[in-house]
């Protein structure tokens, strides 16, 4: 079994299972591997995808069944008469059986169709699956950021109530002048603003994965947690091979499908030029009493071929000529925008690491500086305006630390949708 026929056995499993699998645990903080799960059980997008391929895999057995005996069976009874004749009875049973000989290689042409049609299926639920990951992911990370801005803002409150007291009591002992202490105290209104407004955020953040993962709002919404660390991973430095990769993605792998599909459809319309030959057999079996005992037979050949349509065959083939020649340039489009996309991902993925790595120097600096000038401070060593900056460069080096790992996580997130990774290759 190929990578992606095990892809969609997972999925299928997946959803024959929903009824075992439990929703969700309300006491514990979900990993990402467990959004994964719960997400291949209980996103609507993935299982209506699931039912696209079976109904895929119908349309293939429809399509071949041309290609196979028609056999029929037929029982009949009639009884007539009138004034002058009587009355006759008539008693009738047979087997038919007709079988495609020749029609231009229409049928298997339609047959192969069907399966080209499948395999756009399955791979338009990769797709789907690509998607359904992209959105659980960043949902997963805004969640995990906010929950950590609730403990940095909180940190930072009692870090400015501290300031507030430290400023006030140098103010009554007259060592300060009120506008410090005025500064102070706004300041620690926007820490209190800032920190309720982060524990807001959690509450949007929860409402927004429990939705991706296919929970009811409403239900255990608010125990809803995650678990895990805002450090990106780490990248490969040598550049890869883009437009070799933009082949592989599940998005030009559907455009080849559907060129495949245009060109079989080309081949199809030709065939329509050509007669139909189909072997006739039958045989049953007639009499005026039952059961009846009068064996009849017959084998033959028949042909089939519209001899004028008004045109309608070639312009089916103009038409499908034409699908044909859109689905090719639809496809160079599709390779060229992959090739883009992901070099552009990969570029914004690496400086984004990158960026994380100068933001926790600028932090740990930071966080040298402040308590420095909090000693200095506290000795009259340096003026309140210069320890304030100091200060506020310090929570903003906090702040920008934790934005710039979000934007890690998110870039390497697009990365990995750009390349077509599903939540089938999250499964460990």
């Known amino acids: 079994m190929n990578r992606r026929g095990k892809q969609y056995l997972i999925a299928a499993l997946c959803v024959a299972l929903y009824v075992d699998l439990p929703l969700y645990s309300a006491d514990k903080a979900l990993t990402w591997d467990d959004c994964v799960r719960e997400s291949l059980t209980n996103n609507p997008d993935l299982v209506s995808a699931v039912e696209s391929v079976r109904q895929g895999e119908a349309k293939v057995r429809l399509a071949g069944s041309g290609l196979k005996p028609n056999i029929s069976s037929s029982l009949s009874g009639d009884r007539s008469g009138s004034d002058q004749a009587g009355t006759d009875n008539s008693f009738s049973i047979g087997v038919n059986a007709k079988q495609l000989v020749y029609d231009g290689g229409k049928t298997s042409l339609n047959k192969d169709s069907a399966g080209e049609q499948l395999n756009a299926s399955k791979i338009k639920y990769e797709v789907t699956s690509a998607n359904v990951r992209r959105g659980v992911r960043l949902a997963f990370i805004d969640l995990l950021k906010s929950q950590r801005q609730v403990t940095i803002t909180d940190d930072i409150l009692v870090r400015r109530k501290q300031s507030t007291r430290l400023i006030r009591l140098r103010y009554e002992g ?8 005025m500064t102070a105290e706004a300041k620690e209104a926007q820490a209190e603003f800032d920190h309720m407004q982060a524990r807001r955020n959690v509450a949007m953040a929860q409402s927004n994965l429990a939705e991706l993962l296919g929970r009811r709002l409403g239900k255990g919404i608010a125990d809803l947690s995650v678990d895990g660390n805002l450090v990106p991973s780490e990248i490969d430095r040598e550049q890869p091979d883009f437009w070799g990769m933009a082949e592989t993605t599940p998005l030009v792998r559907e455009l080849w499908s559907q060129s495949n599909i245009a060109r079989l ?17 039958g045989a049953s079996r007639n009499s005026s009493e ?8 017959s084998v033959g050949l028949s042909m089939s071929f519209p001899l004028f349509e008004g045109g309608s065959r070639v312009a089916e ?4 000529r034409s699908v044909l020649r859109q689905s090719d340039s639809e496809l160079r489009s599709g390779l060229l925008s992959a090739a883009s996309t992901l070099q552009v991902r990969w570029i914004s993925m690496r400086n984004a690491v990158d960026r994380v790595k100068i933001r926790e120097k600028f932090l740990a600096a930071a966080r040298e500086r402040a308590r420095i000038a909090e000693g200095q401070y506290s000795a009259s060593l340096i003026v309140f305006d210069s320890w304030i900056i100091i200060e506020d460069d310090f929570v903003l080096a906090d702040q920008s630390l934790l934005e710039a790992q979000a934007a890690a996580l998110i870039a390497e997130t697009e990365w990995v949708q750009a390349k077509g990774g599903t939540l089938e290759n999250e499964v460990k």
Do not use: C, M, T
């Not at 459809?265 to 057999?281: L, Q, R, T």
């Not at 059961?291 to 037979?297: C, L």
């Not at 083939?317 to 499908?320: G, I, Q, S, T, V």
């Open 174 to 181: 007259g060592r300060e002048h009120k506008g410090s202490l």
């Open 265 to 281: 459809g080309v081949k199809s319309a030709k065939a329509e030029f050509y007669p139909g030959i189909y072997a006739n057999a």
């Open 290 to 297: 039952w059961p009846p005992e009068q064996d009849q037979w």
């Open 317 to 320: 083939l103009d038409r499908a």
